[in-house]
Protein backbone atom coordinates (compact mmCIF):
# COMPACT_ATOMS: atom_id res chain seq x y z
CA UNK A 1 0.00 0.00 0.00
CA UNK A 2 0.98 3.55 -0.99
CA UNK A 3 0.75 6.86 0.85
CA UNK A 4 1.35 10.20 0.00
CA UNK A 5 3.40 12.03 2.61
CA UNK A 6 1.50 15.52 3.52
CA UNK A 7 4.58 17.43 3.46
CA UNK A 8 6.51 16.98 0.55
CA UNK A 9 4.13 15.28 -1.06
CA UNK A 10 6.18 12.50 -2.46
CA UNK A 11 4.95 8.54 -2.32
CA UNK A 12 5.74 6.39 0.29
CA UNK A 13 5.29 2.90 0.64
CA UNK A 14 3.36 1.98 3.90
CA UNK A 15 6.05 -0.88 4.95
CA UNK A 16 8.50 1.89 4.87
CA UNK A 17 6.68 4.79 6.39
CA UNK A 18 7.17 6.82 9.68
CA UNK A 19 3.16 7.03 11.09
CA UNK A 20 2.14 9.41 13.23
CA UNK A 21 -1.27 9.14 14.73
CA UNK A 22 -3.38 12.52 15.02
CA UNK A 23 -7.10 12.27 16.19
CA UNK A 24 -8.47 9.99 14.16
CA UNK A 25 -5.93 10.37 11.39
CA UNK A 26 -2.99 8.15 10.42
CA UNK A 27 -0.03 9.76 8.48
CA UNK A 28 2.70 8.66 6.62
CA UNK A 29 6.04 10.42 6.31
CA UNK A 30 9.19 9.51 4.23
CA UNK A 31 11.43 10.42 6.47
CA UNK A 32 12.07 12.24 10.23
CA UNK A 33 12.29 15.80 8.58
CA UNK A 34 9.31 15.61 6.81
CA UNK A 35 7.54 14.32 9.88
CA UNK A 36 9.34 17.05 12.48
CA UNK A 37 8.58 19.42 9.64
CA UNK A 38 5.29 18.46 9.48
CA UNK A 39 4.88 18.78 14.18
CA UNK A 40 6.64 22.27 13.74
CA UNK A 41 3.48 23.36 11.29
CA UNK A 42 0.84 21.08 11.10
CA UNK A 43 -1.72 23.98 10.24
CA UNK A 44 0.06 24.54 6.84
CA UNK A 45 0.56 20.80 6.01
CA UNK A 46 -2.89 19.46 8.08
CA UNK A 47 -5.21 21.24 5.53
CA UNK A 48 -5.77 19.86 2.23
CA UNK A 49 -6.15 22.55 0.25
CA UNK A 50 -7.98 22.21 -3.10
CA UNK A 51 -6.25 22.96 -5.82
CA UNK A 52 -9.20 23.71 -7.96
CA UNK A 53 -12.59 24.64 -6.01
CA UNK A 54 -15.87 25.33 -6.81
CA UNK A 55 -15.36 29.09 -5.05
CA UNK A 56 -12.00 29.21 -6.10
CA UNK A 57 -12.74 30.86 -9.50
CA UNK A 58 -9.48 33.22 -9.48
CA UNK A 59 -10.52 36.19 -12.13
CA UNK A 60 -7.22 37.52 -12.45
CA UNK A 61 -5.73 34.09 -13.50
CA UNK A 62 -8.00 34.11 -16.43
CA UNK A 63 -6.25 34.71 -19.63
CA UNK A 64 -8.49 34.06 -22.55
CA UNK A 65 -12.04 34.98 -22.60
CA UNK A 66 -14.17 33.57 -24.95
CA UNK A 67 -17.32 34.82 -26.01
CA UNK A 68 -20.08 33.15 -27.62
CA UNK A 69 -23.92 33.68 -28.69
CA UNK A 70 -24.97 30.65 -27.48
CA UNK A 71 -23.35 27.51 -25.47
CA UNK A 72 -24.75 23.64 -25.01
CA UNK A 73 -23.55 23.54 -21.11
CA UNK A 74 -26.10 20.52 -20.41
CA UNK A 75 -29.26 19.29 -22.14
CA UNK A 76 -31.58 20.68 -19.96
CA UNK A 77 -30.36 24.31 -19.82
CA UNK A 78 -31.64 25.31 -23.63
CA UNK A 79 -28.96 28.17 -24.34
CA UNK A 80 -27.86 26.44 -27.75
CA UNK A 81 -29.78 26.25 -31.39
CA UNK A 82 -27.01 24.06 -33.23
CA UNK A 83 -23.82 23.32 -33.98
CA UNK A 84 -22.30 26.69 -32.76
CA UNK A 85 -23.14 26.28 -29.15
CA UNK A 86 -22.22 22.42 -28.93
CA UNK A 87 -18.91 23.38 -30.39
CA UNK A 88 -18.43 26.24 -27.82
CA UNK A 89 -19.63 24.06 -25.16
CA UNK A 90 -17.40 20.83 -26.35
CA UNK A 91 -14.59 24.10 -26.35
CA UNK A 92 -14.88 25.04 -23.70
CA UNK A 93 -14.88 21.46 -21.45
CA UNK A 94 -11.53 20.19 -23.60
CA UNK A 95 -10.50 23.99 -21.83
CA UNK A 96 -11.16 22.30 -18.25
CA UNK A 97 -10.23 19.28 -19.07
CA UNK A 98 -6.51 20.87 -20.47
CA UNK A 99 -6.58 23.55 -17.80
CA UNK A 100 -6.58 26.33 -20.17
CA UNK A 101 -7.24 29.86 -18.21
CA UNK A 102 -10.47 30.64 -19.77
CA UNK A 103 -13.53 32.51 -18.48
CA UNK A 104 -16.27 32.34 -21.41
CA UNK A 105 -19.42 35.14 -21.67
CA UNK A 106 -22.91 33.75 -23.27
CA UNK A 107 -26.65 34.85 -22.66
CA UNK A 108 -28.78 33.56 -20.09
CA UNK A 109 -31.76 32.64 -22.61
CA UNK A 110 -34.21 32.77 -19.87
CA UNK A 111 -37.07 31.08 -22.58
CA UNK A 112 -34.14 29.05 -24.69
CA UNK A 113 -34.47 28.80 -28.00
CA UNK A 114 -37.22 26.99 -28.51
CA UNK A 115 -39.68 23.70 -27.61
CA UNK A 116 -40.19 22.02 -30.77
CA UNK A 117 -43.26 19.82 -31.51
CA UNK A 118 -44.25 17.69 -34.87
CA UNK A 119 -47.60 16.92 -35.68
CA UNK A 120 -49.92 16.65 -38.36
CA UNK A 121 -47.08 17.02 -40.45
CA UNK A 122 -45.10 19.80 -39.13
CA UNK A 123 -43.47 21.55 -36.85
CA UNK A 124 -45.27 23.32 -33.61
CA UNK A 125 -42.94 25.78 -31.70
CA UNK A 126 -42.99 26.50 -27.73
CA UNK A 127 -41.13 28.52 -25.52
CA UNK A 128 -38.65 26.61 -23.66
CA UNK A 129 -38.31 28.23 -20.40
CA UNK A 130 -35.50 27.78 -17.55
CA UNK A 131 -34.61 29.45 -14.54
CA UNK A 132 -31.30 30.04 -13.69
CA UNK A 133 -31.66 30.40 -9.73
CA UNK A 134 -31.22 27.84 -7.77
CA UNK A 135 -28.89 26.03 -10.67
CA UNK A 136 -25.98 28.67 -10.94
CA UNK A 137 -24.73 31.06 -8.77
CA UNK A 138 -25.19 34.46 -9.15
CA UNK A 139 -22.04 36.67 -9.39
CA UNK A 140 -21.75 40.26 -8.07
CA UNK A 141 -20.99 42.95 -8.92
CA UNK A 142 -23.15 43.88 -11.65
CA UNK A 143 -22.21 46.18 -15.18
CA UNK A 144 -24.10 48.75 -16.69
CA UNK A 145 -24.56 48.98 -20.74
CA UNK A 146 -26.08 52.10 -22.59
CA UNK A 147 -28.96 50.88 -25.06
CA UNK A 148 -31.21 53.57 -26.86
CA UNK A 149 -29.54 55.63 -24.12
CA UNK A 150 -30.88 54.34 -21.03
CA UNK A 151 -28.77 52.97 -18.62
CA UNK A 152 -29.32 49.18 -18.67
CA UNK A 153 -27.99 46.77 -15.43
CA UNK A 154 -26.49 43.38 -16.56
CA UNK A 155 -26.19 40.71 -14.26
CA UNK A 156 -24.17 37.72 -14.38
CA UNK A 157 -25.02 33.94 -13.54
CA UNK A 158 -22.01 31.28 -13.10
CA UNK A 159 -21.98 27.79 -14.71
CA UNK A 160 -19.20 25.93 -13.81
CA UNK A 161 -17.67 23.91 -16.24
CA UNK A 162 -15.52 21.04 -13.87
CA UNK A 163 -12.62 19.40 -15.92
CA UNK A 164 -11.15 15.68 -15.41
CA UNK A 165 -8.73 17.10 -13.11
CA UNK A 166 -11.18 19.53 -10.85
CA UNK A 167 -9.93 22.40 -13.13
CA UNK A 168 -12.85 24.90 -13.28
CA UNK A 169 -14.11 26.84 -16.41
CA UNK A 170 -16.45 29.21 -15.35
CA UNK A 171 -18.96 30.55 -17.64
CA UNK A 172 -20.97 34.05 -17.44
CA UNK A 173 -24.43 34.14 -18.47
CA UNK A 174 -25.47 37.58 -18.48
CA UNK A 175 -28.93 38.36 -17.88
CA UNK A 176 -30.92 42.02 -17.61
CA UNK A 177 -33.89 40.76 -16.07
CA UNK A 178 -32.98 43.13 -13.22
CA UNK A 179 -35.46 44.61 -10.77
CA UNK A 180 -34.28 48.08 -11.62
CA UNK A 181 -34.56 47.69 -15.59
CA UNK A 182 -37.86 48.76 -17.26
CA UNK A 183 -39.90 46.01 -18.20
CA UNK A 184 -38.79 45.64 -22.04
CA UNK A 185 -35.08 45.62 -21.07
CA UNK A 186 -35.69 42.91 -18.43
CA UNK A 187 -36.06 40.91 -21.48
CA UNK A 188 -33.57 41.83 -24.17
CA UNK A 189 -31.96 38.16 -22.78
CA UNK A 190 -34.93 36.13 -22.98
CA UNK A 191 -34.93 34.26 -26.09
CA UNK A 192 -31.68 33.06 -28.41
CA UNK A 193 -32.16 34.38 -32.01
CA UNK A 194 -35.61 35.25 -31.31
CA UNK A 195 -37.00 38.93 -31.75
CA UNK A 196 -36.09 41.52 -34.62
CA UNK A 197 -33.03 43.21 -35.96
CA UNK A 198 -33.37 45.71 -32.86
CA UNK A 199 -33.51 42.91 -30.27
CA UNK A 200 -30.42 41.48 -32.12
CA UNK A 201 -28.11 43.90 -31.69
CA UNK A 202 -29.25 44.83 -28.44
CA UNK A 203 -28.36 41.66 -27.48
CA UNK A 204 -25.32 41.73 -29.18
CA UNK A 205 -24.61 45.45 -27.07
CA UNK A 206 -24.77 43.27 -23.85
CA UNK A 207 -22.99 40.00 -24.83
CA UNK A 208 -20.16 42.22 -26.31
CA UNK A 209 -19.95 45.35 -24.08
CA UNK A 210 -21.57 44.14 -20.78
CA UNK A 211 -19.38 41.20 -21.34
CA UNK A 212 -16.25 42.80 -21.16
CA UNK A 213 -17.72 45.48 -18.25
CA UNK A 214 -18.60 42.44 -16.41
CA UNK A 215 -15.42 40.76 -16.36
CA UNK A 216 -13.56 44.18 -15.68
CA UNK A 217 -16.04 44.62 -12.90
CA UNK A 218 -14.67 41.24 -11.38
CA UNK A 219 -11.26 41.51 -11.67
CA UNK A 220 -10.08 40.31 -14.69
CA UNK A 221 -7.31 41.91 -14.66
CA UNK A 222 -5.12 39.12 -16.69
CA UNK A 223 -7.17 38.80 -20.13
CA UNK A 224 -4.79 38.61 -23.07
CA UNK A 225 -7.20 37.26 -25.67
CA UNK A 226 -10.96 37.96 -26.31
CA UNK A 227 -11.81 34.90 -28.51
CA UNK A 228 -14.93 35.98 -30.83
CA UNK A 229 -16.70 32.66 -31.48
CA UNK A 230 -18.78 34.10 -34.50
CA UNK A 231 -19.05 37.92 -34.92
CA UNK A 232 -22.45 38.54 -32.31
CA UNK A 233 -19.34 39.28 -29.94
CA UNK A 234 -17.52 42.18 -31.95
CA UNK A 235 -19.02 45.08 -30.17
CA UNK A 236 -16.01 43.43 -27.23
CA UNK A 237 -13.24 45.31 -29.18
CA UNK A 238 -15.15 47.75 -29.86
CA UNK A 239 -15.78 48.45 -26.09
CA UNK A 240 -11.47 47.40 -25.45
CA UNK A 241 -10.87 50.24 -28.11
CA UNK A 242 -13.29 52.98 -26.71
CA UNK A 243 -12.88 52.55 -23.33
CA UNK A 244 -9.00 53.56 -23.16
CA UNK A 245 -8.04 57.08 -23.55
CA UNK A 246 -7.02 58.19 -27.18
CA UNK A 247 -4.71 61.21 -25.66
CA UNK A 248 -2.43 59.31 -27.36
CA UNK A 249 -3.79 58.17 -30.14
CA UNK A 250 -6.44 55.28 -30.60
CA UNK A 251 -5.15 51.64 -29.57
CA UNK A 252 -6.19 49.66 -32.83
CA UNK A 253 -2.93 47.77 -32.18
CA UNK A 254 -3.28 47.01 -28.86
CA UNK A 255 -6.86 46.07 -29.04
CA UNK A 256 -6.27 43.90 -32.59
CA UNK A 257 -3.26 42.03 -30.44
CA UNK A 258 -5.55 40.70 -28.14
CA UNK A 259 -8.89 39.28 -30.25
CA UNK A 260 -9.16 36.25 -32.11
CA UNK A 261 -11.87 35.89 -34.47
CA UNK A 262 -13.56 32.46 -35.69
CA UNK A 263 -15.53 32.44 -38.70
CA UNK A 264 -18.41 29.81 -38.69
CA UNK A 265 -20.26 29.88 -42.01
CA UNK A 266 -20.40 31.15 -45.72
CA UNK A 267 -24.02 31.63 -45.01
CA UNK A 268 -25.40 34.97 -45.91
CA UNK A 269 -27.51 34.79 -42.67
CA UNK A 270 -24.71 34.03 -40.62
CA UNK A 271 -23.31 37.45 -40.79
CA UNK A 272 -25.17 40.02 -39.10
CA UNK A 273 -25.56 43.37 -41.10
CA UNK A 274 -27.97 46.47 -39.04
CA UNK A 275 -28.90 49.19 -40.71
CA UNK A 276 -26.97 52.55 -39.82
CA UNK A 277 -29.90 54.68 -38.81
CA UNK A 278 -30.88 51.54 -36.65
CA UNK A 279 -27.55 51.49 -35.32
CA UNK A 280 -27.70 55.04 -34.04
CA UNK A 281 -30.45 54.63 -32.53
CA UNK A 282 -29.31 52.01 -29.94
CA UNK A 283 -26.15 52.30 -30.12
CA UNK A 284 -25.88 55.97 -29.65
CA UNK A 285 -22.36 57.70 -29.80
CA UNK A 286 -21.14 54.73 -28.67
CA UNK A 287 -17.80 55.09 -31.06
CA UNK A 288 -18.50 58.03 -33.29
CA UNK A 289 -19.70 57.36 -36.59
CA UNK A 290 -16.34 57.68 -38.29
CA UNK A 291 -14.78 55.29 -36.55
CA UNK A 292 -17.81 52.89 -36.12
CA UNK A 293 -18.08 53.47 -40.19
CA UNK A 294 -14.41 52.74 -40.82
CA UNK A 295 -14.35 49.43 -38.87
CA UNK A 296 -17.99 48.26 -39.45
CA UNK A 297 -19.64 49.53 -42.88
CA UNK A 298 -20.60 53.23 -43.95
CA UNK A 299 -24.39 52.48 -44.72
CA UNK A 300 -24.41 49.04 -42.57
CA UNK A 301 -22.90 47.72 -39.65
CA UNK A 302 -21.57 44.44 -40.82
CA UNK A 303 -20.61 42.56 -37.66
CA UNK A 304 -18.47 40.08 -39.80
CA UNK A 305 -15.92 43.07 -40.83
CA UNK A 306 -16.64 44.36 -37.46
CA UNK A 307 -14.98 41.61 -36.13
CA UNK A 308 -12.02 40.91 -39.42
CA UNK A 309 -10.97 44.40 -38.36
CA UNK A 310 -10.56 44.28 -35.21
CA UNK A 311 -8.55 40.79 -34.60
CA UNK A 312 -5.08 39.77 -35.20
CA UNK A 313 -5.66 35.74 -36.07
CA UNK A 314 -9.09 35.25 -38.12
CA UNK A 315 -9.89 31.63 -39.05
CA UNK A 316 -12.34 29.34 -40.47
CA UNK A 317 -13.61 26.35 -39.37
CA UNK A 318 -11.82 23.31 -41.59
CA UNK A 319 -9.55 23.76 -44.65
CA UNK A 320 -11.75 23.75 -47.21
CA UNK A 321 -13.45 26.21 -45.19
CA UNK A 322 -10.70 28.45 -45.36
CA UNK A 323 -10.93 28.79 -48.64
CA UNK A 324 -14.31 29.64 -49.17
CA UNK A 325 -13.72 32.23 -45.84
CA UNK A 326 -10.44 33.70 -48.03
CA UNK A 327 -12.25 33.82 -51.57
CA UNK A 328 -15.10 35.65 -49.37
CA UNK A 329 -12.60 38.28 -47.60
CA UNK A 330 -9.81 38.40 -50.05
CA UNK A 331 -7.96 41.57 -48.40
CA UNK A 332 -7.51 39.16 -45.05
CA UNK A 333 -5.49 36.70 -43.74
CA UNK A 334 -7.85 33.77 -42.91
CA UNK A 335 -5.85 30.81 -40.92
CA UNK A 336 -8.08 27.15 -40.41
CA UNK A 337 -8.28 25.54 -37.02
CA UNK A 338 -10.80 22.64 -37.72
CA UNK A 339 -13.24 21.79 -35.44
CA UNK A 340 -13.76 19.07 -33.58
CA UNK A 341 -15.92 17.36 -30.61
CA UNK A 342 -15.40 16.21 -27.14
CA UNK A 343 -14.60 12.90 -26.86
CA UNK A 344 -16.20 11.49 -23.30
CA UNK A 345 -19.21 13.69 -24.16
CA UNK A 346 -19.91 12.36 -27.13
CA UNK A 347 -19.40 8.52 -26.82
CA UNK A 348 -22.02 6.37 -26.19
CA UNK A 349 -21.87 4.24 -23.00
CA UNK A 350 -21.01 0.59 -25.15
CA UNK A 351 -18.04 2.28 -26.15
CA UNK A 352 -16.73 4.05 -23.25
CA UNK A 353 -16.99 0.92 -22.27
CA UNK A 354 -15.19 -0.96 -24.84
CA UNK A 355 -13.07 2.05 -24.74
CA UNK A 356 -11.80 1.60 -21.24
CA UNK A 357 -11.68 -2.11 -21.83
CA UNK A 358 -8.72 -1.55 -24.82
CA UNK A 359 -7.49 2.23 -25.22
CA UNK A 360 -6.99 3.41 -21.13
CA UNK A 361 -6.49 6.93 -20.93
CA UNK A 362 -8.32 7.98 -23.95
CA UNK A 363 -10.65 10.21 -21.93
CA UNK A 364 -7.75 12.51 -21.00
CA UNK A 365 -6.25 12.20 -24.30
CA UNK A 366 -8.54 11.41 -27.31
CA UNK A 367 -5.44 10.80 -29.48
CA UNK A 368 -4.62 7.67 -28.19
CA UNK A 369 -7.99 6.59 -30.10
CA UNK A 370 -5.66 5.98 -33.41
CA UNK A 371 -5.42 2.52 -31.07
CA UNK A 372 -8.81 1.41 -31.97
CA UNK A 373 -7.34 0.27 -35.41
CA UNK A 374 -6.22 -2.90 -33.35
CA UNK A 375 -10.06 -3.29 -31.49
CA UNK A 376 -11.54 -6.65 -31.79
CA UNK A 377 -13.78 -6.28 -34.54
CA UNK A 378 -16.77 -8.12 -32.82
CA UNK A 379 -16.58 -6.47 -29.97
CA UNK A 380 -16.54 -3.20 -31.96
CA UNK A 381 -19.76 -4.83 -33.92
CA UNK A 382 -21.09 -5.55 -30.55
CA UNK A 383 -20.70 -2.18 -28.34
CA UNK A 384 -22.54 -0.83 -31.75
CA UNK A 385 -25.47 -3.66 -31.77
CA UNK A 386 -26.17 -2.19 -28.20
CA UNK A 387 -25.85 1.42 -28.94
CA UNK A 388 -28.14 0.83 -31.99
CA UNK A 389 -30.72 -0.95 -29.29
CA UNK A 390 -30.83 1.96 -27.23
CA UNK A 391 -31.88 3.87 -30.70
CA UNK A 392 -34.42 1.36 -31.60
CA UNK A 393 -35.76 1.81 -28.38
CA UNK A 394 -35.66 5.22 -28.12
CA UNK A 395 -37.80 5.28 -31.51
CA UNK A 396 -40.67 3.06 -30.31
CA UNK A 397 -40.85 5.27 -27.11
CA UNK A 398 -41.37 8.86 -29.01
CA UNK A 399 -42.94 7.61 -31.83
CA UNK A 400 -44.76 4.12 -31.21
CA UNK A 401 -42.90 2.73 -34.14
CA UNK A 402 -41.14 -0.47 -33.84
CA UNK A 403 -37.65 -0.16 -36.54
CA UNK A 404 -35.91 -3.67 -37.39
CA UNK A 405 -32.52 -3.54 -35.82
CA UNK A 406 -30.94 -5.65 -38.59
CA UNK A 407 -31.82 -3.28 -41.74
CA UNK A 408 -29.40 -0.78 -42.75
CA UNK A 409 -30.20 2.50 -41.13
CA UNK A 410 -29.21 5.56 -42.17
CA UNK A 411 -29.70 9.17 -39.52
CA UNK A 412 -29.52 12.49 -40.57
CA UNK A 413 -30.32 15.37 -37.76
CA UNK A 414 -28.97 18.81 -37.83
CA UNK A 415 -30.96 22.08 -37.81
CA UNK A 416 -33.21 22.20 -40.50
CA UNK A 417 -32.24 25.16 -42.86
CA UNK A 418 -32.25 24.78 -46.92
CA UNK A 419 -28.68 24.71 -47.47
CA UNK A 420 -28.89 21.42 -45.05
CA UNK A 421 -30.68 19.55 -47.81
CA UNK A 422 -31.99 16.73 -45.83
CA UNK A 423 -34.83 16.27 -48.63
CA UNK A 424 -32.17 15.15 -50.86
CA UNK A 425 -31.88 11.40 -50.10
CA UNK A 426 -36.25 11.56 -50.49
CA UNK A 427 -35.85 13.48 -53.71
CA UNK A 428 -36.87 10.10 -55.79
CA UNK A 429 -39.27 8.07 -53.92
CA UNK A 430 -39.43 5.40 -56.63
CA UNK A 431 -35.53 5.09 -56.84
CA UNK A 432 -35.51 4.27 -52.94
CA UNK A 433 -38.16 1.83 -53.34
CA UNK A 434 -35.57 -0.32 -55.76
CA UNK A 435 -32.75 0.12 -53.52
CA UNK A 436 -34.50 -1.43 -50.62
CA UNK A 437 -36.51 -3.97 -52.14
CA UNK A 438 -33.13 -5.74 -52.91
CA UNK A 439 -31.21 -3.99 -49.47
CA UNK A 440 -33.85 -3.53 -46.49
CA UNK A 441 -33.12 0.41 -45.83
CA UNK A 442 -34.52 2.62 -43.21
CA UNK A 443 -34.46 6.31 -41.92
CA UNK A 444 -33.92 8.58 -38.98
CA UNK A 445 -34.51 12.54 -38.91
CA UNK A 446 -34.32 14.81 -36.60
CA UNK A 447 -33.52 18.32 -36.58
CA UNK A 448 -35.18 21.95 -35.60
CA UNK A 449 -35.90 25.11 -38.01
CA UNK A 450 -35.87 28.49 -37.01
CA UNK A 451 -39.33 29.58 -35.95
CA UNK A 452 -39.07 32.52 -39.16
CA UNK A 453 -37.15 29.86 -41.41
CA UNK A 454 -39.78 29.01 -43.97
CA UNK A 455 -37.52 26.34 -45.84
CA UNK A 456 -36.77 24.84 -43.21
CA UNK A 457 -39.94 24.07 -42.33
CA UNK A 458 -41.06 23.26 -45.63
CA UNK A 459 -38.29 20.40 -45.55
CA UNK A 460 -39.68 18.41 -42.41
CA UNK A 461 -42.84 19.04 -44.16
CA UNK A 462 -41.09 17.29 -46.90
CA UNK A 463 -39.45 14.65 -45.38
CA UNK A 464 -43.19 14.07 -42.95
CA UNK A 465 -44.82 13.68 -46.23
CA UNK A 466 -42.45 11.16 -47.68
CA UNK A 467 -42.40 9.32 -44.46
CA UNK A 468 -46.14 8.65 -45.32
CA UNK A 469 -45.84 7.82 -48.54
CA UNK A 470 -42.93 5.23 -48.49
CA UNK A 471 -45.40 3.78 -45.50
CA UNK A 472 -43.38 0.38 -44.59
CA UNK A 473 -41.30 -0.01 -47.65
CA UNK A 474 -39.14 2.52 -46.54
CA UNK A 475 -39.52 3.38 -42.48
CA UNK A 476 -38.79 6.91 -41.78
CA UNK A 477 -39.30 8.52 -38.61
CA UNK A 478 -38.84 12.19 -37.77
CA UNK A 479 -37.97 12.53 -34.50
CA UNK A 480 -38.87 16.17 -32.71
CA UNK A 481 -37.08 17.65 -30.06
CA UNK A 482 -33.43 17.15 -31.24
CA UNK A 483 -30.79 18.17 -28.48
CA UNK A 484 -27.67 16.84 -26.83
CA UNK A 485 -29.21 13.80 -25.57
CA UNK A 486 -31.07 12.87 -28.73
CA UNK A 487 -28.05 14.04 -30.91
CA UNK A 488 -25.38 11.13 -29.03
CA UNK A 489 -28.69 8.08 -29.18
CA UNK A 490 -28.52 9.10 -33.22
CA UNK A 491 -24.79 8.98 -34.28
CA UNK A 492 -24.28 5.65 -31.81
CA UNK A 493 -27.78 3.72 -33.32
CA UNK A 494 -27.62 4.44 -36.86
CA UNK A 495 -25.34 2.73 -39.02
CA UNK A 496 -24.30 5.34 -41.64
CA UNK A 497 -24.73 8.80 -40.70
CA UNK A 498 -25.61 10.91 -44.01
CA UNK A 499 -24.69 14.32 -45.01
CA UNK A 500 -25.66 16.07 -48.01
CA UNK A 501 -24.82 20.11 -47.84
CA UNK A 502 -25.08 22.13 -50.40
CA UNK A 503 -21.54 22.84 -51.48
CA UNK A 504 -19.40 24.92 -50.49
CA UNK A 505 -22.04 26.00 -47.84
CA UNK A 506 -21.10 23.53 -44.10
CA UNK A 507 -18.15 25.46 -43.11
CA UNK A 508 -17.54 22.09 -40.51
CA UNK A 509 -19.95 20.30 -39.47
CA UNK A 510 -19.73 18.55 -36.22
CA UNK A 511 -22.55 15.66 -36.16
CA UNK A 512 -20.42 13.60 -38.31
CA UNK A 513 -17.08 13.39 -36.07
CA UNK A 514 -19.43 12.42 -32.97
CA UNK A 515 -20.84 9.05 -35.14
CA UNK A 516 -17.22 8.47 -36.06
CA UNK A 517 -16.32 8.73 -32.41
CA UNK A 518 -18.92 5.85 -31.94
CA UNK A 519 -17.58 4.01 -34.87
CA UNK A 520 -20.41 5.21 -37.14
CA UNK A 521 -18.64 5.91 -40.95
CA UNK A 522 -20.46 9.05 -42.90
CA UNK A 523 -21.66 9.00 -46.38
CA UNK A 524 -21.34 12.57 -47.32
CA UNK A 525 -21.11 15.26 -49.82
CA UNK A 526 -17.12 16.29 -49.60
CA UNK A 527 -17.96 19.79 -47.68
CA UNK A 528 -16.41 21.18 -44.66
CA UNK A 529 -14.48 18.44 -42.38
CA UNK A 530 -15.70 15.77 -44.71
CA UNK A 531 -13.17 16.24 -47.26
CA UNK A 532 -10.28 15.89 -44.26
CA UNK A 533 -12.25 13.33 -43.08
CA UNK A 534 -13.40 10.76 -46.08
CA UNK A 535 -10.87 8.03 -46.74
CA UNK A 536 -13.26 6.37 -49.24
CA UNK A 537 -14.47 3.08 -48.29
CA UNK A 538 -11.90 2.92 -45.31
CA UNK A 539 -13.75 5.66 -42.90
CA UNK A 540 -17.11 6.15 -44.86
CA UNK A 541 -18.20 7.14 -48.48
CA UNK A 542 -17.65 10.59 -50.73
CA UNK A 543 -21.12 11.53 -52.22
CA UNK A 544 -20.43 13.56 -55.46
CA UNK A 545 -17.39 15.50 -56.48
CA UNK A 546 -15.16 17.04 -54.33
CA UNK A 547 -16.01 20.82 -55.53
CA UNK A 548 -18.09 21.92 -58.22
CA UNK A 549 -18.90 25.52 -58.93
CA UNK A 550 -21.28 27.16 -56.27
CA UNK A 551 -23.98 28.48 -59.27
CA UNK A 552 -24.38 25.10 -60.36
CA UNK A 553 -27.49 23.44 -59.12
CA UNK A 554 -25.77 19.85 -58.13
CA UNK A 555 -28.87 18.52 -56.74
CA UNK A 556 -29.67 16.05 -59.35
CA UNK A 557 -26.46 14.69 -60.28
CA UNK A 558 -25.49 14.60 -56.03
CA UNK A 559 -28.65 12.41 -55.83
CA UNK A 560 -27.87 10.14 -58.45
CA UNK A 561 -24.44 9.50 -56.96
CA UNK A 562 -25.96 9.08 -53.46
CA UNK A 563 -28.33 6.52 -54.68
CA UNK A 564 -25.55 4.63 -56.53
CA UNK A 565 -23.35 4.60 -53.87
CA UNK A 566 -26.04 2.99 -51.21
CA UNK A 567 -27.17 0.37 -53.96
CA UNK A 568 -23.56 -0.86 -55.18
CA UNK A 569 -21.36 -0.28 -52.30
CA UNK A 570 -22.77 0.49 -49.26
CA UNK A 571 -25.88 -1.42 -48.69
CA UNK A 572 -23.96 -4.73 -50.11
CA UNK A 573 -21.42 -4.05 -47.51
CA UNK A 574 -23.04 -4.13 -44.61
CA UNK A 575 -25.37 -7.38 -45.48
CA UNK A 576 -22.53 -9.19 -46.98
CA UNK A 577 -19.34 -8.39 -45.52
CA UNK A 578 -20.03 -7.60 -41.27
CA UNK A 579 -16.24 -8.02 -40.88
CA UNK A 580 -15.39 -5.70 -43.34
CA UNK A 581 -17.99 -3.25 -42.18
CA UNK A 582 -16.63 -3.63 -38.55
CA UNK A 583 -12.92 -2.79 -39.71
CA UNK A 584 -14.39 0.41 -41.81
CA UNK A 585 -15.64 0.90 -38.15
CA UNK A 586 -12.57 0.89 -36.04
CA UNK A 587 -11.32 3.18 -39.06
CA UNK A 588 -13.70 5.63 -38.11
CA UNK A 589 -12.86 5.87 -34.98
CA UNK A 590 -8.98 5.41 -35.48
CA UNK A 591 -8.43 7.63 -38.09
CA UNK A 592 -11.01 10.00 -37.42
CA UNK A 593 -11.94 10.12 -33.92
CA UNK A 594 -8.20 10.37 -32.86
CA UNK A 595 -8.32 13.86 -34.53
CA UNK A 596 -11.87 15.49 -34.86
CA UNK A 597 -11.75 16.50 -31.51
CA UNK A 598 -11.66 19.20 -29.08
CA UNK A 599 -8.48 18.61 -27.28
CA UNK A 600 -6.22 18.88 -30.66
CA UNK A 601 -8.53 21.62 -31.74
CA UNK A 602 -8.27 23.87 -28.13
CA UNK A 603 -4.33 23.05 -28.53
CA UNK A 604 -4.42 24.50 -31.64
CA UNK A 605 -6.13 27.43 -30.61
CA UNK A 606 -3.57 27.83 -28.10
CA UNK A 607 -0.20 27.93 -30.58
CA UNK A 608 -1.30 29.21 -33.15
CA UNK A 609 -4.15 32.04 -31.83
CA UNK A 610 -3.72 32.80 -28.35
CA UNK A 611 -0.01 32.36 -27.82
CA UNK A 612 0.46 36.14 -29.82
CA UNK A 613 -1.57 37.55 -26.83
CA UNK A 614 0.19 35.34 -24.02
CA UNK A 615 3.75 36.08 -25.17
CA UNK A 616 3.00 40.31 -25.18
C1 LIG B 1 -23.70 18.24 -33.06
C2 LIG B 1 -24.99 18.93 -33.03
C3 LIG B 1 -25.31 19.85 -34.03
C4 LIG B 1 -24.37 20.17 -35.17
O1 LIG B 1 -24.49 19.21 -36.19
P1 LIG B 1 -23.94 19.52 -37.66
O2 LIG B 1 -23.65 18.22 -38.26
O3 LIG B 1 -22.70 20.31 -37.48
O4 LIG B 1 -24.98 20.28 -38.36
C5 LIG B 1 -26.54 20.49 -33.96
N1 LIG B 1 -27.41 20.23 -32.96
C6 LIG B 1 -27.13 19.35 -31.99
C7 LIG B 1 -28.13 19.09 -30.91
C8 LIG B 1 -25.91 18.67 -31.99
O5 LIG B 1 -25.64 17.79 -31.00
Known sequence: MTHV???????????????????????????????????????????????????????????????????????????????????????????????????????????????????????????????????????????????????????????????????????????????????????????????????????????????????????????????????????????????????????????????????????????????????????GDFVGRDVLGMLGGADRLNMTHLALNLSHYVNGVALRHREVSSEMFPEYEIHQVTNGIHARTWTSATFMALFDRHIPGWRSDPMMLRNAIALPPADVWDAHERAKDALVEQVTHRTGRRLRRDVLTLGFARRATAYKRATLVLSDLAALRAIAREHPLQFVFAGKAHPKDESGKEGIRSILRAARELGDDVPVVYLAEYDLDLALTLVSGVDVWLNTPLRPQEASGTSGMKAALNGVPSLSVLDGWWREGCVEGATGWAIGAASSDSAVDTSRADALDLYRKLEQIVAPQFYRDRDGWARIMRQAIGVNASFFNTHRMVRQYMAHAYSRGVER
Not at 45 to 63: F, K, N
Not at 199 to 216: F, P
Not at 253 to 272: L, Q, W, Y
Request: hydrophobic content about 40%; some cysteine.
Open 5 to 283: DPVCGMPVAEKKAIQLERGDRRLWFCSEFCKQEFLKHPLAYEVAVPAHGPESVDWPGRRVAYFSMEVALANDIPTYAGGLGVLAGDTLRSCADLAVPVVAVSLVHRRGYFKQEIRDDRQFEHDAPWAPEGRLTAVSPQATVEIEGRSVSVRGWRYDISGSTGYTVPVLLLDTDVSDNPPEDRRITDQLYGGDDRVRLMQEVVLGVGGVRLLQALGCTGLETFHLNEGHAALAPLELLRSVPQADGWEFASVRNRTVFTTHTPVAAGHDRFDSALVSQVL
